[in-house]
């Protein structure tokens, strides 16, 4: 019997890398426009933008930033808000200034103390939001009246400092360098590349087994393409710490969070059933997720982290202020909401939090740089979060 070859249309690798653009528009497209703000203002700061220095400082003042939007991503996907993580992160940083700097305790335990408050920050507002029912709105503008003003009374109004060195090297301090170069730190060049390995073995795997379990996978080239990419990325960043002073203390911790964070989202149960959570709160109750004790852990989570971010702060000014974290909350929110994260519940992404605050870093890096007054720059920023939440709506009445 004579046979004819299949007339099938075959996928052109054009149509897949649009159909791969498409399933993560959100997320790309935010990289790319990160990418683009970044050459911006490259080009308007007449290169002052990605000298070591400034990507050091660059990375100090925004670690807080990410940090606490790792905790905000979990509460907004939970279809949550917090608004108390500025005050949060300044009433602990006021704490840490009494008993390290007023009372002389012992740094480490007086840091252990603090995320012990933050966590018990976090069950109280938890409790009212999880088991009470009041809305997180609420429940999160009263504490960040409350914990502002309990802030103040802490300091009366003053500010207290200075800390010991070890507790200033939490924000200002940098990995020691191994070799005892001079030049470039090559520590921080080897741990780059140690990181840029790891990243590739551990996609290759996913790669393995998404084939293995005949999931679509990204066509071959585009695989290592993405890959080259993210290498020269990581490579690229840490040649320009090492020409610096190494890798920031601060920068270890980011890795550390964000690696956990990624895997607790993308790798174990807890992490689908927040996503379920936000997505459908009746459905996932229904099949059997304890959302309450979810959402009550979620803020529990979030203020563990502003607790965390307020030591760093504190650390970086070397003194406890009355106004540390104001307006903290905004950039955190807009870094959720730009990098992906849905308003409704249910979407968002380690990674894009991270873009999202980054590109809220950027810009108020490069416009301080090139002289934009701080009355400018908020207006911007806020235009900027209102298109990236239109950006996530019209994407969702498209679909």
């Known amino acids: ?29 935010m990289l790319i426009a990160l990418i683009a703000i970044v050459l911006f203002f490259q080009v308007l700061t007449n290169g002052t933008l990605l000298q070591p220095l400034n990507i050091t400082n660059l990375i100090l003042q925004n670690s807080y930033i ?6 905000m991503l979990l509460v907004i996907v939970a279809g949550h808000i917090d608004l108390s993580v500025g005050s949060v992160a300044a009433f602990v940083g006021a704490i840490s200034a009494t008993l390290i700097v007023s009372w002389n305790m012992n740094y480490i335990v007086a840091m252990v103390l603090c995320l012990l408050i933050g966590a018990l920050i976090g069950a109280w507002q938890g409790f009212w939001v999880a088991y009470m029912k009041i809305p997180s709105f609420i429940v999160t503008l009263a504490g960040m009246l409350i914990f502002r003003g309990l802030t103040l009374v802490l300091l009366q ?31 921080t060049l080897l741990v780059g ?48 710490l ?20 990624t895997f607790v989202t993308t790798q174990t149960v807890l992490g689908r059933r927040i996503y379920a959570l936000g997505g459908n709160e ?16 979620s803020f529990v989570n979030m203020s563990v982290l502003a607790a965390l971010a307020g030591l760093i702060i504190t650390a970086r000014l070397n003194t406890a202020t009355p106004r540390a974290g104001t307006g903290f909350e905004l ?31 950027v810009m ?29 709506v019209y994407n969702k009445n498209k679909g």
């Open 193 to 240: 590349a140690l990181l840029a390995a790891a990243l590739i073995v551990l996609d290759v795997r996913a790669r393995r087994n998404q084939q293995r379990f005949k999931f679509e996978t990204m066509p071959m080239y585009l695989f290592v393409i993405k890959n080259l990419a993210i290498t020269a990325a990581i490579m690229a960043l840490c040649y320009l």
């Open 331 to 361: 950039d955190v929110i807009a870094a959720c909401f730009i990098g992906g994260a849905s308003a409704a519940g249910g979407i968002g992404t380690v990674i894009g939090a991270i873009i999202g605050a980054f590109v809220m870093g």
């Open 1 to 29: 019997m004579k046979t004819y070859p299949s007339t099938a249309p075959v996928a052109a690798p054009t149509s897949k890398l649009g159909e791969l653009f498409r399933n993560n528009i959100r997320q790309y497209s």
């Open 364 to 392: 108020n890096n490069g416009m301080s740089i090139i002289g934009v007054g701080i009355d400018w720059q908020q207006s911007i920023k806020g235009l900027v979060l209102l298109l990236a939440v239109f950006f996530d």
């Open 66 to 71: 990410v940090i606490m939007a790792l905790g």
């Open 242 to 261: 090492a020409s610096y002073n190494g890798l920031p203390n601060v920068l270890v911790v980011l890795f550390t969070l964000v690696a956990l964070y």
């Open 282 to 297: 009746k459905a996932a109750k229904l099949s059997g997720v304890h959302t309450a004790r979810l959402t009550f852990y």
């Open 157 to 187: 109004g003053q500010s207290i400092g200075p800390f010991p060195i070890e507790f200033q090297r939490l924000s200002s301090g940098f990995i020691p360098d191994i070799f005892s170069s001079e030049g470039l730190h090559l520590t």
